[in-house]
């Protein structure tokens, strides 16, 4: 387990972020407004939206920091929310078109987004400040919410010193797992009463569900990942067949799999286990079906 926690942790994506033409400045050398960056699956974009306002603003025609101006991300047009976990939306956006999606094992290697900017933030998408304060903020009231479900109160995670909620915050930015697992383990029961879990589904809209689940059955027996599945989703999720798959850090996660292990296994850096519902193509479906 130790060695998937590691490869999780590891893993990152290429990301290519562009400028919507009608927001430069007259006639740009596109090398100039492409910026190719490589983030950590495991973070939140907010952490280097900051760093990618900066590159860019010198080709924007409005200042990015006016007070009635918002800046955000897009992928193929939908808003990206810099507060979910860059794999996550990786995962799920990158199925927004699943007929047009390479039905190949070749994974795609550049993820492309297009930087947007308006007096007004398209919905659900959180506004983002000047330093990272609200991110922090943000990922500490996840990971609050994530101990309650974990232990049936937030006490563990409120009594953290301190030096260890610092020290928790910097080995995310600064990419020590071993000190993130360090803290991570004094909030985290080896028993959990619940299963802090959020399942992200794009199609037919971009929905987030935060089921209930203790990890076990109503007749005692360890929950599968199926069990879940068919419980929350049953017109994707069939006895026979499925129109579906569930990814997690870019793997696809068999649903024969006991959900406490998985949870063990790819719990994200806030505490919850992020999973994307995925549809299938029209050849992994037949895949699927001829098995």
């Known amino acids: ?88 939306l990786y995962d799920s956006m990158t199925g927004l078109n699943p007929s047009n999606r390479s039905c190949s094992d070749e994974v795609l ?36 919410q994530a101990c309650y479900v974990l232990n049936g109160s937030a006490k563990q995670m409120m009594s953290l010193s301190m030096q260890d909620t610092q020290k928790f915050w910097d080995a995310l930015i600064v990419r020590d797992q071993d000190a993130f697992k360090q803290v991570a383990s004094k909030i985290i029961p080896i028993k959990p009463r619940s299963i802090p879990i959020c399942i992200h589904q794009s199609l037919p809209k971009m929905q987030m569900f935060q089921p209930i689940v203790t990890g076990y059955n109503s007749d005692g027996s360890r929950m599968k990942l199926e069990d879940l599945m068919k419980e929350q989703f049953s017109s994707l999720f069939m006895e026979d067949t499925s129109l579906a798959k569930i990814v997690s850090n870019g793997i696809e996660i068999p649903l024969t799999l006991d959900l406490l292990d998985v949870y063990g296994r790819f719990m994200s850096f806030d505490g919850y286990l992020h999973l994307s519902l995925c549809l299938l193509s029209e050849s992994e479906y037949g895949r699927s079906i001829a098995k």
């Open 109 to 144: 290697n550049v993820w492309r987004l297009e930087l947007a900017q308006g007096s007004q933030l398209p919905a659900g998408v959180i506004p983002f400040g000047s330093d990272l304060q609200l991110v922090r903020t943000y990922w500490m009231q996840q990971w609050k």
């Open 1 to 88: 387990m130790d060695e998937i926690r590691r490869l999780v942790w590891e893993g990152t994506l290429n990301v290519q972020i562009t400028v919507k033409p009608s927001l430069l400045i007259g006639s740009v050398d596109i090398r100039h407004y492409v910026l190719n960056l490589r983030l950590p699956r495991e973070s939140y974009i907010g952490i280097y939206l900051r760093t990618i306002i900066d590159r860019l603003r010198n080709h924007l025609r409005v200042d990015p920091d006016s007070q009635d101006q918002f800046v955000w991300l897009e992928c193929q047009g939908v808003p990206v929310y810099w507060n979910y976990p860059v794999g996550m």
